[in-house]
């Protein structure tokens, strides 16, 4: 009898046990059903896959880029291929089910917000910026403790969206970063006789192509008075070009603006639009490939990017002071020239040009590290790190 009752039982439990999984197969079967109705399946939880929700609007960068579904990381030729990018929180029927959730910082800055309720121990929820503190203050919201990941400019951040790449002649990439080992320009060598001859070709002062004319740091004015001081002093100009200027090179037309830069300026304005540490943007790139003096301006330690003795900070001069510079240095081509003894040893490119530091590239490969997956951590004083008390 006992036999018999155990045998029931056993069959009991069996049943109810098929009946629950047949029940969940439907249940699940029927959510599939919706989803590829309204084209958003994504094969739910498919093994190997990371899952990537972007929370706010994606025609914000970087999102606007990153595509959906695996095509922004195998367009890019990515070391990992293995993300699946959404728009959508129903594409697995919970925030919490993704790896990785992503917050443009643009969106932030509204008065009224809405964010995920869920989250899971291990899921990151990552802010992303390409944008300085300055143009998109967090002032209305306390976000402290709320984020895992950052994905901005910043050198510190733990995805870095960097706008440049610096290699050795090695190629190596060996920078920006807080603590460059860069060779001390004394013990590089002096510039050759025929990378000197390049450089007589130049007539002109100083170039800058700007499209946004007013802005934070008030870019702008600093430049006027230095285009007046060499007008009036040394009958030099700054030659500016775009929506803020007289002088026109259209962005189509890359190439040619470039060869413009390198034949005819000895200068050109790298002027950053807003304040903040390790915001240094593709700006520095124009003299810095094509042969002609950085002048910056900007929050950076400009030290953590470029060599010594390789750019001139506008913030350390005067403006009547850096105009002299300039004209003493368009008069001393020897003294100029010295400017570029770094090119021997260091080069620069755009960060998506280089697989290794393409930023979409390091999302993906990021979320394949089990390390830093597995390990717990948050920016407790991510106020700090945006900036919260200068911006605010």
């Known amino acids: 009898?006992?036999?018999?009752?155990?045998?029931?039982?056993?069959?009991?439990?069996?049943?109810?046990?098929?009946?629950?999984?047949?029940?969940?197969?439907?249940?699940?079967?029927?959510?599939?059903?919706?989803?590829?109705?309204?084209?958003?399946?994504?094969?739910?939880?498919?093994?190997?896959?990371?899952?990537?929700?972007?929370?706010?609007?994606?025609?914000?960068?970087?999102?606007?880029?990153?595509?959906?579904?695996?095509?922004?990381?195998?367009?890019?030729?990515?070391?990992?291929?293995?993300?699946?990018?959404?728009?959508?929180?129903?594409?697995?029927?919970?925030?919490?089910?993704?790896?990785?959730?992503?917050?443009?910082?643009?969106?932030?800055?509204?008065?009224?917000?809405?964010?995920?309720?869920?989250?899971?121990?291990?899921?990151?929820?990552?802010?992303?910026?390409?944008?300085?503190?300055?143009?998109?203050?967090?002032?209305?919201?306390?976000?402290?403790?709320?984020?895992?990941?950052?994905?901005?400019?910043?050198?510190?951040?733990?995805?870095?969206?960097?706008?440049?790449?610096?290699?050795?002649?090695?190629?190596?990439?060996?920078?920006?970063?807080?603590?460059?080992?860069?060779?001390?320009?004394?013990?590089?060598?002096?510039?050759?006789?025929?990378?000197?001859?390049?450089?007589?070709?130049?007539?002109?002062?100083?170039?800058?192509?700007?499209?946004?004319?007013?802005?934070?740091?008030?870019?702008?004015?600093?430049?006027?008075?230095?285009?007046?001081?060499?007008?009036?002093k040394y009958d030099l100009n700054v030659d500016v070009y775009g929506d803020c200027g007289s002088y026109k090179c259209l962005r189509e037309e890359e190439d040619k603006c470039n060869e413009l830069i390198a034949r005819d300026y000895f200068f050109y304005l790298s002027f950053e639009n807003a304040f903040s540490e390790d915001y240094v943007t593709e700006k520095i790139l124009h003299p810095l490939q094509n042969n002609a003096v950085p002048i910056v301006f900007g929050g950076a330690n400009y030290s953590r990017f470029l060599p010594d003795r390789s750019y001139l900070n506008a913030r350390d001069f005067k403006t009547e002071e850096l105009a002299r510079i300039i004209y003493d240095l368009m008069n001393n081509p020897d003294e100029y020239a010295e400017f570029f003894r770094w090119k021997k040893y260091y080069s620069y490119h755009k960060t998506t040009k280089v697989k290794e530091t393409n930023e979409y590239c390091q999302m993906c490969a990021a979320l394949n590290d089990d390390k830093l997956m597995q390990t717990t951590s948050v920016y407790d004083s991510f106020n700090e790190f945006w900036e919260f008390h200068s911006t605010c």
């Not at 606007?64 to 697995?92: H, P």
């Not at 802010?127 to 306390?142: D, K, M, Q, T, V």
């Open 1 to 232: 009898m006992r036999k018999f009752t155990t045998k029931v039982f056993v069959c009991v439990l069996f049943c109810v046990i098929f009946i629950i999984t047949l029940h969940n197969y439907h249940k699940q079967q029927t959510y599939i059903s919706i989803l590829k109705s309204k084209g958003q399946y994504f094969e739910l939880k498919k093994a190997g896959m990371k899952y990537i929700l972007l929370w706010t609007k994606q025609e914000n960068i970087p999102f606007a880029y990153l595509g959906q579904g695996q095509s922004g990381f195998i367009g890019r030729n990515c070391e990992y291929t293995n993300c699946m990018v959404s728009y959508n929180e129903d594409d697995l029927g919970s925030t919490a089910a993704f790896d990785a959730v992503l917050f443009a910082g643009p969106e932030l800055i509204h008065t009224i917000l809405y964010l995920p309720e869920e989250r899971l121990p291990y899921q990151k929820f990552v802010f992303a910026s390409i944008e300085s503190p300055g143009n998109y203050p967090l002032c209305r919201h306390n976000f402290n403790g709320y984020f895992n990941w950052t994905w901005t400019y910043k050198l510190e951040s733990d995805i870095r969206w960097g706008y440049i790449t610096i290699k050795d002649a090695d190629d190596n990439i060996v920078g920006p970063k807080k603590d460059m080992n860069w060779i001390p320009w004394k013990e590089m060598d002096p510039v050759n006789a025929t990378f000197k001859e390049q450089l007589k070709s130049k007539r002109k002062a100083v170039a800058w192509f700007v499209s946004h004319c007013r802005s934070r740091s008030r870019r702008e004015d600093y430049a006027a008075v230095l285009k007046e001081e060499l007008m009036i």
